[in-house]
């Protein structure tokens, strides 16, 4: 069963920067979307970014473009977070859409493996 860990979280101030990691164990991510997604206490997880089999095409919410890059590279996917704002505040996981196509999604349906989460904190 493909495992995913995601690594990188933490607290940093307003206008900070974060790169979260989100690695496979034991399986290649060649054949997955990666997709990125947030959830706040209190709030529905959404859809922050994802990322195609290829890495040909990516997609982001409205609220982090700009400000959020997403990579992938040698079984790990990234997201470069700049100009954090506290509102970014959440836990943060990967998951993996097993998908033939170049496609990705920001809708958590599509996805059937997750990591844990990492905690982004943004504050003063």
């Known amino acids: 069963q493909l495992q995913l860990v995601e690594s990188g979280g933490g607290l940093v101030q307003p206008g900070g920067s974060l790169r979260l990691s989100c690695a496979a164990s034991g399986f290649t991510l060649d054949y997955y979307a990666i997709g990125w997604f947030r959830q706040a206490p209190g709030k529905e997880r959404e859809g922050v970014s994802c990322i195609t089999r290829s890495g040909g095409r990516t997609n982001y919410a409205d609220s982090v473009k700009g400000r959020f890059t997403i990579s992938r590279a040698q079984n790990t996917v990234y997201l470069q977070m700049n100009s954090l704002k506290p509102e970014d505040t959440a836990v943060y996981y990967c998951?993996?859409?097993?998908?033939?196509?170049?496609?990705?999604?920001?809708?958590?349906?599509?996805?059937?493996?997750w990591g844990q989460g990492t905690q982004v904190t943004v504050s003063s």
């Open positions: 998951a993996a859409w097993s998908v033939v196509f170049e496609l990705c999604a920001l809708t958590p349906r599509q996805f059937g493996s």
